[in-house]
Every structure is written in structure tokens, then in C-alpha cells.
């Protein structure tokens, strides 16, 4: 690890550690031709008896071939050049670092917590893949945790207001997000504990599935009371492939797709939700996270280090993690602050490089995009409406390909994420009745970003499980349908209501991706 790190100087000085005019993305405007050619190419096919042009290659240029193992989320963006490999590489080695408690021996690697939820980016993200809830009373919760908080009375009490206007504050002892770890001599803030119901959905030709209906709660407090009120919301670490295409997919596009009042009257309402970037300094589109809080991958991540591991960065520089104001021998622990990385446990370069590994994770190649099966299922996907949501094409930006900020793997890329990156309410079912972010901006405890599909079907080859949704409920990807609610209620009743060969199909295509 002492060589890692002693590489980080030589390696940061091929990319921008600037302050914020290097975090721009290094955009050069679309031309009126490109755009009336973007909008034929990303218009939704109508043409299922084949495979679409580069349907093979959802990330694009970037689209990994190579060999699908356990391997497969954790290459780099096939078209990255060669001299930029290095940086994946480090970036790489800084994300299966295991961080430990200050003071250390070890350079560099000391300021883990006092709380934290893992010690590396990869416990959660395990093999660059999706995390999933505990499986028994022996396994741990090491990829999945409970944010909380607490309710505000409404901005405006005079008016009738949705959900998502109703602000919300951290809990006053533990704060944002519950951290199940502590370094020694710290207690470890609670123990989630999950209880599941099961529930019949009758579905055609008298075929039945059962769904697992969660209960979250916590245990073992070690800060004292938390408050009555406390709002909880499970997170399950998500893959971490295509993070960089869908980043620089132009947010004029996806804002165009935004239609809260639902103004064309299909029922889907997706809506933005706009944060103020720290990164930029301005107010950007969402489109990280389960709830879209962060504009960047770099904001991200830096929100990662600071709750999940408690290390201190540019975005979040108390060294004491998320330790709050009533956890007063939590903020007096020694951090591993260095003038090396600014003051920080996390400096710059780092960041940076964790930031590049992050954006330049390949999405594997499609597979079987021939098969009729897998045809049959695209076509009944776009029949049901689920295009509604999961947009299947973009394009995104063209960016600079030289220089120390230049994206030459992302730029003008055709992908097939299957999102628009929007907030839709999915039903009570889904619902975590915690609101995210303030108003009138943030999300409400209905919604949800609309989650990302490509990779979907490779879960169980890298990380051994099939659980799916933001907090792993769903056990296969039908249970994930018939879970969706809300905007999605139509298309989640008319799979129900498929034959049992076209719902085999429908999944069969979702695998695919």
C-alpha cells in the first residue's frame, strides 16, 4: 500500500487537481445538425424483429467485450487510451483500500470513522457490483445501511402541499445516516434489524408470486434515545458501471423529459431534482443516488467517504466523519488529517483518482440482443410502458479529448442506460415515507430516481445474489416489477396480466441487459 500511495504524486499530474474550474465537464456545444441527428437516432424503435444498430453496445465506444465473470463490472472504458490507464489503476487500488483508525503506522490510510458503515469503497460496492441486505443472523450489513432523520412542520402551513415540501432534518444524536462500526474505544451508533412479511400476487394462468414486504427497525443503540419520529430509509449499495456516460448525458435532454404536472396526461410525471453543486458552484440536475441528491460522480463519492467510512475530503472536512454535535467524545478522536492531502484523509489527488476510476467503470457488452425471446420481451417492455421511464437511449455530450481535463471515453457516446435519471413516485409499496433534500427541490418520501438497468442482468455472475430494488427486497427481477407502484401502476398490472411465455420473455430481455 506504501507504494500506492507514493504513486498518487507522480499520477495526479496527468489530470486537473485545480479548484472548481476544473470540475466543469470540458463540454464543446452541440450544433444544430448534431441535434436533429441525435433526435433520429434516440427516438424509440418500432422495429422489433431485430436488434437495434449498436444495441450490442450499451456504453458505446466504452463498451466492455471482454470475457463476462465475476469480473465483469470492474474493467475500464474500452476506448480509454493507453497512457490513461495508470490513473484507472490507482484509482482502482484507492477504492479496495482498507482505511484504519488514526494515529497509524500505515501512510495515508489512517482516519477511518470514529463511526463508519465499511472500511473500503469495494466492502459495499463488491467487485464494482450491487450490495444486498443481510442474509441470515450471521451475515453482516456491511453493504447496506438506514439513513434518518426527523420531520419539520411544512414551510408554509397555510397551503396544501405535497410530501416532498415537507423539509426534514438530521436526527439531533444520529444524525443523517446510521453507522453500525466504530473504531475502538467507540461504541457503533445501532444495529439495523429487518423483519419480512410475505404477500401473494395472483398473477394470469393461475401462476402465483410472493413478494417480501420489509419491516426496518433498530437495535442496540449506543448514543442513547433516538428520537420517536425518526424517519428510516434502507440503502443497498448499487453498481457503480456506466457512472461517467450517464454524467455527461446533457442536462438540457433530461430536463426535457421532466413533466411533473404530467401536462401531456399519461400518467407519468418524472421529475428533476436540482442540487446545488458544491463541485461547480451551481444548481445541477441530481442524478446520483437512490434519490438523485448529488450532480457528480465526484460529489458522490465524496459523500461516500464522509458516511459511509467517516474520512474527511474537499466536500466534507470534519475529520470526524458524521459524529454529531451530542456524540462530543466521537469529535474529539484523533483523525488522520495530513498537510500532505490539505489538511484532509482524502486530499485531492486521491479524490481525484478515485473520482476517474469511478466514471471509467465499462458497461459489459449486451448479450443475445438476436435471441427472438429476448426480441419478444424488448417489444412487450416497450408495450407496457416502461420506456415511459427507463429511457433506453441517450447521447451524450461531446467533450474535449485532450488536455488534463479533457473525457475523450465519454465523449459523444451512444448509451442505453434504460433511465431518464428522474424522481417518480412509486407507490405506497416502495415508499419510505423519509423526504430527501428541501423544498421545494427534494424528494419526496414516495419517489425515487429511476433506477439504471444496464448490467441488470449480469448480477448474479459478479456478485452471487439476485436481489434487487434500493433495498434489496426483491429476490428476482419479476418481484422487482411487481413491486413498482405509483406512475408505474399500469405497466406493473398489464404484467401481471401477461401470458406466462410473454413474462418469461419480458424477463428473459431484462437479463439481457
Known sequence: MLQLICLIPVVAALIS????????????????AERARIAKVVKPTTDFSQPESFEERPGGAA????????????????????????????????????????PASTIASDGLGPLYNARSCQRCHLKDGRG???????????????????PLEPVDPTKAMADYLFATAPEPTYGEQLQDFAIPGHPAEARMTISYEEIEVLLSDGETAALRKPTYGVADLGYGPMRKDALLSPRVAPQMIGLGLLEAIPQEELL?????????????????????SAETGERLMGRFGLKAGAATVREQSAGAF???????????PAGWGECTENQSDCRAAKDGASEQ?????????????????????????????????????????????????HTPKHVTHRLRKTGDDG???????????????????MGEGLADGRPEGQPPDGASGREWRTAPLWGVGLTEKVNGHTYFLHDGRARNLLEAVLWHGGEAQLSRDAVVEMSKEDRAALIRFLESL
Request: glycine share 6%; charged share 25%; aromatic share 8%.
Open 17 to 32: 487537481v485545480k479548484a472548481a474550474a476544473e470540475t466543469h465537464l470540458p463540454i464543446v456545444p452541440r450544433t444544430d
Open 132 to 150: 444486498h441486505p443481510p442474509e441470515g443472523p450471521e451475515d453482516t450489513a456491511v453493504s447496506m445501511f438506514l439513513r434518518v432523520s426527523v
Open 341 to 389: 492531502h490539505q489538511g484532509l484523509e482524502v486530499g485531492a489527488e486521491a479524490m481525484d483518482l478515485v473520482t476517474f476510476y469511478a466514471q471509467n467503470l465499462a458497461v459489459p457488452a449486451r448479450r443475445d440482443v438476436d435471441d427472438p425471446q429476448v426480441l419478444r420481451g424488448k417489444e412487450l417492455f416497450y408495450e407496457v410502458g416502461c420506456v415511459a421511464c
Open 306 to 316: 464522509a458516511g459511509d467510512m467517516g474520512l474527511s475530503n474537499a466536500h466534507a
Open 407 to 425: 473525457q475523450p471515453e465519454q465523449s459523444f457516446q451512444l448509451i442505453w442506460p434504460y433511465t431518464d435519471l428522474l424522481l417518480h413516485d
Open 256 to 276: 426535457t423529459r421532466a413533466d411533473p404536472d404530467d401536462a401531456d396526461g399519461d400518467g407519468i410525471s418524472g421529475r428533476a431534482r436540482m442540487v446545488d
Open 63 to 102: 463498451t466492455s467485450f471482454k470475457r463476462v465473470n465475476r469480473d465483469a463490472f470492474s474493467h475500464a472504458s474500452a476506448n480509454m487510451p493507453f497512457e490513461r490507464e495508470l490513473l484507472f489503476k490507482v484509482g482502482n487500488g484507492l477504492f479496495k483500500k482498507i482505511w484504519v483508525a488514526a
